[in-house]
């Protein structure tokens, strides 16, 4: 630490010197004394003098107590040297920090201005006046991004206890500086209005910047109409469908074709929601009939094949179409497996765990205090089997799952007691925005699982990347938003309920776990947010950041393989040859319950009625260049011309 | 060949057969011994068997005797669109005595509305008349409601039925919703019905068929393309999810391609109860030939599921057979002219489905498999016969040579090449799906209901001799393990004490969605009528009551349930 502060002192000799600025790759004139050159350091993980978490390292395997020797050990000094008291934090530097992103780590300060990076480097130069942070080389990582909340889903009325202000704050807490919330009308409802609704309550309360998804609960024409107009003019490039839900979200195979297809025109991330909704509904009427009607009843009724069977399905569809496919709430082994296998085959397929799936299990749902096995419903289910967590970990240590999202939906003991008499009514939802980076530190970091450029990945860059935030966030870069972390390893707290204030609800799934790992100061918009465990969040400054359509991450692939895709007809000669004559037999054709769904459903394979041709009646999908009509035949010319090349 | 003692009249074969000399080949075993038979069954097997005078006896010289094979799965005289495939029981069942195929199982096909035991009696009267070999019936359940479910109920009961084929595929027309599945599964399991599944997900063939025609390919090579055989691993997937949840038997019919092949190995690692039935022409060809410049070839081979594009298919549909992933092989039989393919000339959705296969399912299977030393002979026996016996619950009288069992018997010849046409095969369409192949191994002579009906190359078939066979519900083969985790699933409450905090307060107003369909679901997330209580009505959940007025209290008023002072359980004491 000495030698840091050496050093330190050096650059500032230096920086009072020169009015270049530098930005992050230019050659420094005396860079080469200064400490941070020390090829040591650049080394991330090895041992160099300033990296006090190289040290506390092998503690974190020993059984020792660790809570004190990571006090000194990490004890943060802040050493605020304000030169100008009106700074009004506008302008920041973190100095001697150690840069981690999700493809390297460095160690480089961090100059923001207008909430904006606007160098990071060595000895920057950098105007009077600026508050000074010292990181002392502990991790300055992009802020997190959760890409799964769900702050105001209403359920029969009400809504969840943790607000967008009350959720922001707790993702502030836990080091997540950007949400993407989940707008969940109701069928029947607008999904334009739906999205207003969302962004003005979004606009009043929360802390931290956000974004919208969109779920899709029906599908008709005017859905297609508003989508459009939102992935146009309102900035949604995302947005959900379900499979599960019987009778109220859930869309058939068919609709979830045309969806992906029209989703996929417009250059949208297709979210998923994979549970088989029709053998739930089956599953529920059993496991009620059997008079089993406590929270035991939701993981029983929702058994993680169900899950797996969606994700296949939907990875199914995501291939026909050529789309991208975002699974949300990977909570299973299956689920998770079948992911990886489709990834494999080169499918383009996100998938999405949660906080509650990666560090807790279903275990809970049998507990006898009914209350807290409540708390633990949500859908899919968590898994009964305990070593869940640890194999969604290695799955996302390995990038076979890339983003980590909490799908903090929080309601409160007598919320949840709506269902106390029936399983199936219970309000779906877990806590979570507030532990997620901290678990997946301590269940995979911590335990070696994944490095720190990983985590960064999965907590922050993969989110930017699939959602097109990139680099504007999940990334400590010149011109990116100042949305910043410093990281502190070694902090461990037990999560209680009891203790974090920052949210509302009065049980929380991950009680009297021991977490390591915690945002020692994070700042959001270039301001300082958090710091020494106090919140120092205005409400209503979190902007709505916009998402364009066709996001690289996800839609590169795609679009190659579009031009790879075309299929073509084999040109032959037309059939001469007899034809057998089939009577008509109109009896045959079964009405359809549902006309608006599919051009083809009016042909009943394999007994077809023969006058109705595909492409004459079909109507407007068919479209009209294909020329053959029933009255209209296709002279074969005596060279044998093709009767499929006539056709264009 | 000759005769002991006093010569009879050598045309009609005596009922008394004696093989000498042969080695017998069961799917255990297999071990030199000869065989007497008698009246249609095989009385003894032995060394030095002491027999009654006058029987005609066949020396095998030392080569294989097997159980005549069983083809699973054909569609024999199968009614489309007010015609019928061209091979009706009589031609279909030659060709099966000439491929060493010694009984049939057909499918009944009723029209979707119709009644299935009418179809049942309808294909057991074309049958009886015509048939040369013993058969037997599938039933396929085109739709369902609760009369089909008390005819299902009595084709298990008393006709002698017992599996039952549905259809996740031909939307709007034999395609089943989820729903229906789990309950057709569900009602199956308890019958002990085997539950066949045509599995394709139709809705996304549907789509697929649209955007092909809407391209302006409308040859054979569109119906490919329109059905990839991811869409089956899909669907093969789905149903061996609700097969799971339903404890029921499952059996996969034509596995065309590699990766439903998988689907069905990697769940029967997982313990899944699921059969998988590769069929004569996934094992034999593959999907290339649907790009012929000649249309009628094309059209030959279109069969749903497809033949799979990727040449490497039946290579590796023969491994998994030879492990053991895949269970049994059926030809899945079902003919059409030229003529009739022709009806599909413009538009590849009316091509009527199906290929041949009946007759070259073994030679094809010994030729591909045992020969490339894939498999064993006993295994090759397993595939082509024990183990579709096994299924139908026909075991031990069919599938193996034991005494008490049919004499169903087929002298193999391991070393006969013999190359496939359309000019000789037994089969009445133009067209041989596997023309020009050449395939080792084809059988010597064949004995069926204890006669001998193919001989140095000449059929002796009688028409209308075959019996319908009847099956028996609840299968060992496929219900023993089922049965005993029907012991172990019982799922279980939790006893606790009643929640007695605070409810919140809910409003029903907002959001009422008016479902489409009230039979489905009792549970309408997240409106709910909060009336409808779970236990109470214990598995047959009342339709929804009137919306309340106001903000309803979450218990019904009037159903209060007393916590006594020992704290008793609101669970435990409905039970």
Request: proline residues 6%.
């Amino acid at each position: 630490r000495r030698k840091s502060k050496q050093s330190c002192l050096r650059r500032f000799a230096f920086l009072g010197k020169t009015e270049k600025s530098f930005g992050m790759f230019s050659s420094v004139e005396g860079a080469f004394d200064s400490k941070t050159i020390d090829f040591d350091n650049y080394a991330v993980g090895r041992k160099g003098s300033r990296t006090p978490r190289s040290g506390s390292r092998e503690r974190l395997l020993d059984t020792g107590d660790p809570v004190e020797d990571a006090r000194t050990g990490v004890e943060v000094r802040f050493s605020t040297e304000k030169e100008s008291p009106d700074g009004k934090n506008e302008r920041l530097l973190i100095k001697g920090g150690r840069v981690v992103n999700d493809d390297q780590s460095f160690y480089a300060d961090v100059y923001i201005e207008d909430g904006l990076i606007k160098q990071v480097g060595e000895n920057l130069v950098v105007p009077g006046g600026v508050k000074v942070i010292e990181a002392n080389g502990r991790m300055v990582i992009p802020g997190g991004i959760d890409v799964n909340t769900c702050l105001m889903k209403p359920f029969l009325g009400t809504q969840p206890v943790d607000d967008f202000l009350q959720g922001t704050k707790a993702a502030i807490a836990g080091g997540t500086t950007m949400i993407i919330d989940h707008v969940t009308p109701q069928p029947e409802d607008s999904l334009l209005e739906a999205f207003e609704r969302w962004q003005e309550a979004a606009d009043k309360k929360a802390c931290c910047d956000y974004s919208l998804h969109v779920d899709i609960p029906q599908w008709n024409e005017s859905v297609k109409y508003e989508l459009e107009l939102l992935v146009q003019e309102k900035g949604v490039n995302s947005f959900q469908v379900y499979m599960a839900y019987k009778d109220v979200y859930q869309m058939t195979d068919s609709q979830l074709y045309e969806a992906f297809s029209f989703l996929k025109q417009l250059g949208a991330v297709v979210l998923v929601h994979a549970e088989n909704g029709d053998l739930i509904a089956q599953e529920q009427r059993k496991i009620l009939g059997m008079g089993i009607t406590g929270p035991e009843g939701h993981p029983l009724s929702r058994p993680e094949e169900l899950e797996a069977e969606a994700v296949f399905r939907a990875i199914t569809l995501g291939n026909r179409v050529n789309c991208p496919v975002y699974i949300t709430k990977v909570m299973s082994k299956s689920a998770a497996d079948t992911i990886t296998q489709a990834r494999r085959k080169g499918s383009v397929v996100f998938g999405e765990p949660i906080t509650a799936s990666l560090a807790t299990d279903g275990s809970h749902y049998w507990s006898k205090n009914w209350a807290k096995a409540a708390a633990y419903v949500t859908s899919p289910p968590l898994s009964p089997d305990p070593t869940t967590p640890d194999h969604l970990h290695t799955l996302l240590a390995c990038g076979d799952l890339q983003v980590v999202g909490s799908s903090h939906c929080a309601y409160s003991t007598s919320q949840k007691a709506v269902g106390k008499d029936d399983f199936t009514l219970i309000p779906e939802g877990t806590n979570g925005v507030e532990e997620r980076m901290s678990f997946v530190w301590d269940k995979a970091v911590a335990m070696g699982k994944m490095d720190e450029n990983q985590f960064v990945a999965v907590t922050s860059t993969n989110a930017a990347k699939i959602f097109n935030l990139y680099p504007r966030k999940g990334r400590i870069a010149v011109g990116s938003d100042a949305d910043i972390v410093i990281w502190d390893p070694d902090s461990v707290k037990t999560i209680t309920a009891k203790l974090h204030k920052h949210n509302a609800s009065e049980y929380n799934i991950f009680e009297g776990l021991e977490c390591r790992g915690a945002p020692a100061m994070v700042l959001s918009q270039g301001r300082v947010v958090y710091e020494d465990g106090n919140l120092q969040t205005q409400q209503g400054t979190g902007r709505f950041i916009p998402r364009k359509p066709f996001p690289d991450y996800a839609y590169q692939r795609v679009k190659f393989r579009n031009q790879v895709k075309n299929k073509q007809g084999v040109t032959r000669g037309i059939y001469d040859g007899p034809v057998y004559d089939v009577i008509p037999t109109p009896k045959y054709i079964t009405p359809a319950p549902s006309a608006k769904t599919s051009p083809t459903s009016h042909q009943p394979p394999p007994i077809r009625n023969l006058h109705q041709s595909n492409f004459s009646l079909s109507g407007a999908q068919i479209d009209d260049n294909v020329p053959r009509r029933s009255g209209h035949r296709i002279v074969a010319p005596p060279g044998g011309r093709s009767n499929i090349t006539s056709l264009g | 060949m000759s005769y002991q003692g006093k010569k009879n009249i050598p045309k009609i074969t005596s009922d008394r057969l004696l093989i000498k000399g042969g080695r017998i080949v069961n799917d255990d075993q297999s071990f030199h011994a000869d065989i007497y038979m008698e009246d249609g069954l095989i009385k003894q097997i032995g060394d030095n068997l002491i027999v009654p005078g006058g029987v005609k006896t066949i020396e095998a010289n030392g080569k294989m005797v097997i159980p005549g094979g069983i083809d699973i799965h054909t569609h024999f005289q199968m009614p489309y669109r007010g015609t019928t495939t061209v091979d009706d029981f009589n031609q279909g069942s030659k060709a099966a005595l000439a491929g060493g195929t010694t009984m049939i199982v057909d499918h009944v096909i009723p029209e979707p509305g119709t009644s299935l035991m009418e179809a049942y009696d309808q294909w057991r009267q074309w049958a009886d008349e015509k048939t040369c070999c013993d058969y037997s019936l599938h039933v396929d359940i085109t739709h369902w409601n609760d009369s089909v479910k008390q005819e299902v109920d009595n084709l298990i009961k008393e006709k002698g039925v017992n599996s039952f084929h549905v259809y996740m595929a031909y939307k709007d027309y034999y395609q089943m919703s989820n729903s229906e599945l789990y309950e057709v599964f569900t009602f199956l399991a308890e019958r002990g019905g085997i539950a066949q599944v045509h599995a394709e997900n139709g809705e996304i063939i549907a789509e697929e068929q649209a955007r092909m025609l809407q391209m302006g390919i409308t040859g054979p090579e569109g119906h490919v393309l329109s059905r990839p055989e991811e869409l089956e691993a899909e669907a093969v997937f789905r149903a061996i999810t609700i097969a799971s949840q339903t404890n029921c038997p499952l059996y996969v019919t034509r596995v065309m391609s590699k990766s439903a092949a998988d689907i069905i190995s990697q769940a029967r690692k997982k313990g899944n109860v699921v059969f998988g039935e590769p069929i004569t022409a996934s094992l034999g060809t593959d999907g290339t030939h649907y790009w012929s410049k000649n249309w009628a070839k094309a059209a030959s081979f279109v069969t749903s599921p497809p033949l799979s594009p990727d040449p490497t298919t039946p290579d590796y549909l023969n491994t998994l057979l030879s492990s053991g992933d895949l269970s049994v092989t059926g030809s899945a039989h079902c003919t059409f002219s030229v003529a009739q393919k022709a009806i599909g000339k413009d538009d590849f959705t009316q091509i009527p489905e199906g290929v041949n296969g009946v007759e070259e399912r073994m030679a094809l299977i010994w030729d591909k498999a045992v020969t490339t030393g894939k498999m064993d002979e006993n295994m090759f026996v397993a595939v082509t016969s024990t183990n579709a016996a096994k299924i139908l619950n026909l075991y031990p009288r069919k599938g193996r040579i034991a005494v008490g069992s049919d004499a169903d018997l087929v002298i193999w010849d391991t070393d006969s090449i013999r190359t496939i046409t359309a000019k000789t095969h037994n089969s009445a369409a133009e067209y041989n799906v596997f023309e020009g192949m050449e395939l080792r191994g084809a059988p010597l002579v064949v004995i069926c209901q204890g006669k001998i009906v193919l001989e140095d190359g000449n059929l002796h078939a009688t028409s209308g001799v075959g019996r319908f066979i009847p099956c028996s519900p609840f299968p060992d083969f496929a219900y023993k393990r089922v049965k005993a985790r029907k012991q172990l699933a019982v799922l279980r409450a939790v006893p606790r004490g009643m929640y007695d905090g605070p409810v919140s307060e809910f409003s029903m107003s907002r959001g009422g969605t008016p479902s489409a369909s009230a039979r489905t679901s009792p549970t309408k997330q997240p409106v709910r009528n909060l009336h409808q209580s779970g236990f109470s009505l214990a598995g047959n959940p009342a339709p929804c009551g009137p919306p309340t007025p106001d903000d309803v209290p979450i218990r019904p008023a009037g159903r209060r349930i007393v916590v006594p002072p020992g704290g008793r359980s609101n669970i435990t004491s409905l039970s």
